[in-house]
């Protein structure tokens, strides 16, 4: 059975940091392109950052460029999102994604994932 489990939610004040664990069980992370998506109140899953199987090609929306570092620890099963300086509107649920290897991987795309996690809360506060 595949599990994704997220875990390091918090409550951080405007300008903190705080780090999101993605465990895996089930499946071999290293041969899944992973990624994290987060959804606020009333709006709809967005994404936010990816990492291709080897870890040499990331991807980041444009409204966490430079603040957000997505990582993999293939030994530990893990995937990890470092988020820093941030901002109100980071508060939502962030959701870890896996998409095992496949050609015309499109990280944004909520379709393209095989397996999701079943999110945790980050709450960004003034």
């Known amino acids: 059975q595949v599990q994704l489990v997220e875990s390091g939610e918090g409550l951080v004040q405007a300008g903190g940091s705080l780090r999101l664990s993605c465990a895996a069980s089930?499946?071999?992370?290293?041969?899944?392109?992973m990624a994290w998506f987060r959804q606020a109140p009333g709006k709809e899953r967005e994404f936010v950052a990816a990492?291709?199987?080897?870890?040499?090609?990331?991807y980041y929306a444009d409204s966490v460029k430079g603040r957000f570092t997505i990582s993999r620890d293939n030994a530990k099963n893990t995937v990890y999102l470092q988020m820093n300086s941030l901002k109100l509107e980071d508060t939502a649920v962030y959701y870890c994604?896996?998409?095992?290897?496949?050609?015309?991987?499109?990280?944004?795309?909520?379709?393209?994932?095989?397996?999701w996690g079943q999110g945790t809360q980050v709450t960004v506060a003034s």
């Open positions: 994604a896996a998409q095992f290897l496949t050609a015309g991987w499109q990280p944004w795309t909520r379709g393209e994932y095989d397996y």
């Open positions: 990492l291709n199987w080897s870890g040499s090609n990331t």
């Open positions: 089930g499946l071999a992370i290293s041969v899944y392109n």
